[in-house]
């Protein structure tokens, strides 16, 4: 990783939805100081970096430009949004077959680029295309991040926070597993504010509880909703790309959940799947094993299994 450059510079891998919410993200909090939109279509990311330019008089200085693979070599951070999209009446791990291959492409270019930076994947299924780009890269593994249920984890915030009438800044529950339809809510370790979740529970019990699961079923579905409406999700995942990139350049060594390698945590190995981890500017310093209950240890190892007979045709 190159620290002693005095610039942060991140290079953004597609300029379609997410790729381009992204970059918007980043010059709207003025998050880097130098970003490169690459993309298979040049004009359009030439497009998206002329339209972001002039959005400069109103931030943050920023060079921004399109560019090729060669620009990855002195990056800090590579972000790859590109890939196909989930569908109408698909799920993420439809695309593991059409994504895998366009993966070996990109991550084979970026390396032979001399690039030596940071991996954040975005692109669907997350948890298997951050394990392809560690595979295919040869980077440590604690310098290839996924997204992993960073956005699942906000989505279950805010509706929380709405349910309760509270700022859901202030509310703190975590999705962990695959991000996808294997997913978990780890209600056992919730708090609002400092206190513990199950405080909330003192009058009707169970109607807390069915609302909460309703809640998280919600959460777990909600990319199908918005897909049948809008046909495609991109702000919120931009907004947490966009704090993940934050964790990294500013070495805050904050706790997100994202997917990471696991190699002996939660009983797992060999395998990328979405946990709580510190992340900093080496990428992930620490895996943040929580004392799960036996019903989400459960869970969390049947996402696991789900995951590993997914991607065992690809990398037996």
């Known amino acids: 990783m190159n620290n002693e450059r005095n610039t942060s510079k991140v290079a953004i891998i597609g300029t379609g939805f997410v790729g381009?919410?992204?970059?918007?993200?980043?010059?709207?909090?003025?998050?880097?100081?130098?970003?490169v939109l690459i993309d298979i279509n040049k004009e359009k990311a030439e497009g998206e970096a002329r339209d972001l330019n002039h959005g400069l008089p109103f931030s943050s200085p920023m060079k921004i430009w399109a560019g090729s693979y060669e620009d990855c070599k002195d990056a800090d951070l590579v972000v790859i949004t590109a890939g196909a999209n989930q569908a109408p009446g698909e799920t993420r791990l439809d695309l593991i077959a059409k994504n895998i291959k366009i993966f070996k492409i990109?991550?084979?270019e970026i390396?032979?680029?001399?690039?030596?930076?940071?991996?954040?994947?975005?692109?669907n299924p997350v948890d298997i295309l951050s394990y392809a780009t560690w595979k295919f890269?040869?980077?440590?593994?604690?310098?290839v991040i996924g997204s992993g249920t960073i956005l699942d984890t906000a989505r279950l915030r805010y509706l929380l926070g709405e349910y309760f009438e509270l700022d859901s800044r202030n509310v703190h529950v975590y999705i962990i597993g695959e991000h996808g339809d294997t997913e978990l809510p780890v209600w056992s370790h919730g708090t609002i504010g400092?206190?513990?979740?199950?405080?909330?529970?003192?009058?009707?019990?169970?109607?807390?509880k069915k609302?909460?699961?309703?809640?998280?079923?919600?959460?777990?579905?909600?990319?199908?909703?918005?897909?049948n409406r809008k046909g495609a999700t991109y702000y919120g995942i931009a907004m947490g790309l966009a704090r993940l990139?934050?964790?990294?350049?500013?070495?805050?060594n904050s706790i997100l959940t994202v997917s990471a390698l696991l190699e002996g945590k939660y009983g797992?190995?060999?395998?990328?799947?979405?946990?709580?981890?510190?992340?900093n500017r080496n990428g992930i310093r620490e895996i943040v094993e929580l004392d799960l209950t036996e019903e989400e240890m459960k869970k969390l190892h049947h996402s696991a299994n789900v995951l590993k007979t997914a991607i065992k045709p690809y990398f037996d």
């Open 20 to 35: 381009s919410s992204y970059a918007f993200s980043l010059l709207n909090q003025g998050i880097a100081n130098e970003m």
């Open 106 to 108: 990109i991550v084979d």
């Open 268 to 279: 797992l190995d060999d395998l990328y799947i979405g946990v709580p981890a510190i992340v």
């Open 137 to 143: 890269s040869g980077l440590p593994m604690e310098r």
């Open 211 to 227: 609302d909460l699961e309703d809640i998280f079923v919600n959460v777990r579905d909600a990319a199908y909703h918005i897909i």
């Open 194 to 208: 400092s206190q513990p979740l199950q405080s909330y529970f003192k009058k009707d019990n169970d109607k807390i």
């Open 111 to 123: 390396m032979k680029s001399g690039f030596n930076g940071i991996f954040l994947i975005a692109t």
């Open 245 to 252: 990139t934050k964790a990294i350049l500013r070495n805050e």
